[in-house]
C-alpha cells in the first residue's frame, strides 16, 4: 500500500493531473473556511465514482451532465457566506468530485495499473487502494486545505470572497470547456505530455 500512495504522491506533479488538480484546487480556495470540508466532500466523490467507473459498474458521464456538475459547483461556491455556506460548499464539491471523476485518466504506473487491471474483481480491497492512490495523488490539495485552515481568520475574511469567485470562475470556465467539447483534446495532449 505504501507503494501505491507514493506512486500516487510522485503522478501528483505530472501534467495529466491537472485534470484532477485544477477542479479540485478551485474548490479548495472557493471553499474558504470550510476548505477541508469542501475537499473532502470533493475527494469522497472522486473516489467513489473512480471507483464505480474504472471497475466497470458506470460509464463516463456525457459531456452536458459534466459540464453541468462543474457549472452547479461554479455557482454553488461563489455564494456569500450565510447560514448555509458548508452546506453548499459540500454540495459544491460533490458536484465537482462527480463531474472530475467522469473526466479523470490517470496517470497510471506499475502498481495503479495492476489495481486498475483487477480493480472489476477486487471487491472492497480494490475500493481502498483506490482511496490510497487517490489520496496520494491529491496530497498536495489536503496540504492546501489544512494550511487555509490554520491561517489566520483576518486574513481568510480578507482574501475569501476573491478566493471564492476564483475558485468559482475556474470551475465555471471547466464546465463551459466540457459542454464545448475541447475536454478530450486537452486531456489527451495532457496525457501525452506525462512520459513514464
Same mark, same amino acid.
Given at each position: =500500500?505504501?507503494?501505491? &500512495?507514493?506512486?500516487?504522491?510522485? /503522478?501528483?506533479?505530472?501534467?495529466?493531473?491537472?485534470?484532477?488538480?485544477?477542479p479540485g484546487?478551485?474548490?479548495?480556495?472557493?471553499?474558504?473556511?470550510?476548505?477541508?470540508?469542501?475537499?473532502?466532500? &470533493?475527494?469522497?466523490?472522486?473516489?467513489?465514482?473512480?471507483?464505480?467507473?474504472?471497475?466497470?459498474?458506470? +460509464?463516463? =458521464? !456525457?459531456?452536458?451532465? /459534466?459540464?453541468?456538475?462543474?457549472?452547479?459547483?461554479?455557482?454553488?461556491?461563489?455564494?456569500?457566506?450565510? +447560514?448555509?455556506?458548508? @452546506?453548499?460548499?459540500?454540495?459544491?464539491? $460533490?458536484?465537482?468530485?462527480?463531474?472530475?471523476?467522469?473526466?479523470?485518466? !490517470?496517470? $497510471?504506473?506499475?502498481e495503479f #495499473?495492476?489495481?486498475? /487491471?483487477?480493480? +472489476?474483481?477486487? #471487491?472492497?480491497?480494490?475500493? $481502498?487502494? =483506490?482511496? @490510497?492512490?487517490?489520496?496520494?495523488? /491529491?496530497?498536495?490539495?489536503?496540504?492546501?486545505? #489544512?494550511?487555509?485552515?490554520?491561517?489566520?481568520?483576518?486574513?481568510? +475574511?480578507?482574501?475569501?470572497?476573491?478566493?471564492?469567485? &476564483?475558485?468559482?470562475? *475556474?470551475?465555471?470556465?471547466?464546465?463551459?470547456? *466540457?459542454?464545448?467539447?475541447?475536454?478530450?483534446?486537452v486531456i489527451?495532449?495532457?496525457?501525452?505530455?506525462?512520459?513514464?
Amino acid at each position: =500500500m505504501l507503494n501505491l &500512495f507514493g506512486e500516487g504522491l510522485a /503522478t501528483a506533479f505530472f501534467p495529466c493531473t491537472l485534470v484532477l488538480a485544477v477542479p479540485g484546487l478551485a474548490v479548495t480556495l472557493a471553499g474558504r473556511r470550510f476548505a477541508g470540508a469542501t475537499l473532502g466532500a &470533493f475527494l469522497a466523490a472522486l473516489i467513489l465514482g473512480s471507483w464505480l467507473r474504472f471497475a466497470g459498474w458506470i +460509464d463516463v =458521464m !456525457p459531456s452536458l451532465i /459534466t459540464g453541468a456538475g462543474l457549472l452547479l459547483a461554479a455557482a454553488l461556491v461563489t455564494r456569500g457566506d450565510g +447560514d448555509r455556506s458548508l @452546506v453548499m460548499r459540500a454540495i459544491a464539491g $460533490v458536484g465537482a468530485g462527480v463531474a472530475t471523476g467522469s473526466l479523470w485518466r !490517470p496517470c $497510471v504506473g506499475i502498481e495503479f #495499473g495492476e489495481v486498475l /487491471t483487477n480493480l +472489476d474483481t477486487a #471487491g472492497p480491497v480494490g475500493l $481502498v487502494q =483506490m482511496i @490510497v492512490y487517490t489520496v496520494g495523488v /491529491t496530497a498536495p490539495l489536503i496540504a492546501l486545505a #489544512g494550511a487555509s485552515h490554520a491561517a489566520p481568520s483576518t486574513w481568510s +475574511d480578507r482574501i475569501g470572497p476573491a478566493l471564492g469567485w &476564483f475558485g468559482g470562475g *475556474v470551475l465555471a470556465l471547466l464546465g463551459l470547456a *466540457v459542454i464545448a467539447g475541447l475536454d478530450e483534446r486537452v486531456i489527451n495532449r495532457l496525457f501525452q505530455l506525462s512520459s513514464f
